[in-house]
Antibody, heavy 117, light 110 residues
Framework: QVRVQQWGARLLKPSETLSLTCAVY????????WSWIRQSPGKGLEWIAE???????YYNPSLKSRVTISVDTSKKQLSLRLSSVTAADTAIYYC???????????WGQGTPVTVSS | QSVLTQPPSVSGAPGGGVTLSCTGS?????????VHWYQQRPGTVPKLLIY???NRPSGVPDRFSGSKSGTSASLAITGLQAEDEADYYC??????????FGGGTKLTVL
């Protein structure tokens, strides 16, 4: 069984950098792809970025210039940095594990992030 | 504007059935990428409902079924229950964009 726990700053000012971490417990971390996904208030799901154990990364083209995703396999942790945030980046941010079949089968609890001056 | 198109809302009577659609293109669903479906009840984390077009994870009732044809996919729900009231999202892969989601469909059980 997999347990995913997230943490990070929840209130940011415009132009600051969002930084979130996700820790994985109970199952191998390195065998899977991991993604960050966000959901703006009242809106749908938006994929941000994906990484695998070897550090291969994939980014949403609309966010790529501001996003960095990284892993620390020794700690079984996944991190997200999003620079130069604006109010449009206000959302709940989730980390999620990609199953062997491609769907996201385990999700973190979500971290609500608000960007406001 | 989501890459995968879903109707914003559908409704059905208790005990009845509904079908939710998810329309893509030749760069995602039509390119033979699998479609996955998620259920998100208010205030909760999305839950994987259907994976690889037609498969249910352990614990998902067989009232939920998925299908795929051409550039579209569908999620059918039969025997509607009040607890099925939720937002439903489809998810696939795209040859250019990597991961894509639908905008979500809000299911109301009347």
């Amino acid at each position: 069984q997999v347990r995913v726990q997230q943490w990070g700053a929840r209130l940011l000012k415009p132009s600051e950098t969002l930084s979130l971490t996700c820790a994985v417990y109970g199952e191998s971390f390195s065998e899977y792809y991991w993604s960050w996904i966000r959901q703006s208030p009242g809106k749908g799901l938006e994929w941000i970025a994906e990484i695998n154990h070897s550090g291969s990364t994939y980014y949403n083209p609309s966010l790529k210039s501001r996003v960095t995703i990284s892993v620390d396999t020794s700690k079984k942790q996944l991190s997200l940095r999003l620079s130069s945030v604006t109010a449009a980046d206000t959302a709940i941010y989730y980390c999620a594990k990609t199953s062997d079949y491609g769907g996201f089968d385990y999700w973190g609890q979500g971290t609500p992030v608000t960007v406001s001056s | 504007q989501s890459v995968l198109t879903q109707p914003p809302s559908v409704s059905g009577a208790p005990g009845g059935g509904v079908t939710l659609s998810c329309t893509g293109s030749n760069s995602n669903i039509g390119a033979s990428f699998d479609v996955h479906w998620y259920q998100q009840r208010p205030g909760t984390v999305p839950k994987l409902l259907i994976y690889s077009n037609t498969n249910r994870p352990s614990g998902v009732p067989d009232r939920f079924s998925g299908s795929k044809s051409g550039t579209s996919a569908s999620l059918a729900i039969t025997g509607l229950q009040a607890e099925d009231e939720a937002d439903y999202y489809c998810h696939s892969y795209d040859s250019s964009l990597r991961v894509v989601f639908g905008g979500g469909t809000k299911l109301t059980v009347l």
